[in-house]
């Protein structure tokens, strides 16, 4: 079992940065891939990246390519997402998740998700 919370979202100006945290409470947290989606108003969910259980491989969408990064604590069984530059396009709703499994690419646990407006 595996519980994910977020935080760090808010309302942001334009080329600004916010950084997201979620905070997990798993066993053996190192060896979980974790990664970052974002959902805005009437779209689906979008993949924005996902960080190895080391921390040493990290892939991003083009869209955020270059302007986000994602770190990791494996001690304080954390995840971060640093957000730079922001877009307005990039308002959404950010959900951490857990791949607990083999199955690359399926994410078996969620967090509650938190909201990142960017003003124009």
């Known amino acids: 079992q595996v519980q994910l919370v977020e935080s760090g979202g808010g309302l942001v100006q334009a080329g600004g940065s916010l950084r997201l945290s979620c905070a997990a409470s798993?066993?053996?947290?190192?060896?979980?891939?974790m990664a970052w989606f974002r959902q805005a108003p009437g779209k689906e969910r979008q993949f924005v990246g996902v960080?190895?259980?080391?921390?040493?491989?990290?892939r991003f969408s083009d869209s955020v390519k270059g302007r986000f990064t994602i770190s990791r604590d494996n001690a304080k069984t954390t995840v971060y997402l640093q957000m730079n530059s922001l877009k307005p396009e990039d308002t959404a709703v950010y959900f951490c998740?857990?791949?607990?499994?083999?199955?690359?690419?399926?994410?078996?646990?969620w967090g509650q998700g938190t909201q990142v407006t960017v003003s124009s």
């Open positions: 998740a857990a791949q607990t499994g083999l199955t690359v690419g399926r994410y078996d646990y």
């Open positions: 960080i190895s259980g080391s921390g040493a491989i990290t």
């Open positions: 798993a066993r053996r947290f190192s060896s979980i891939t």
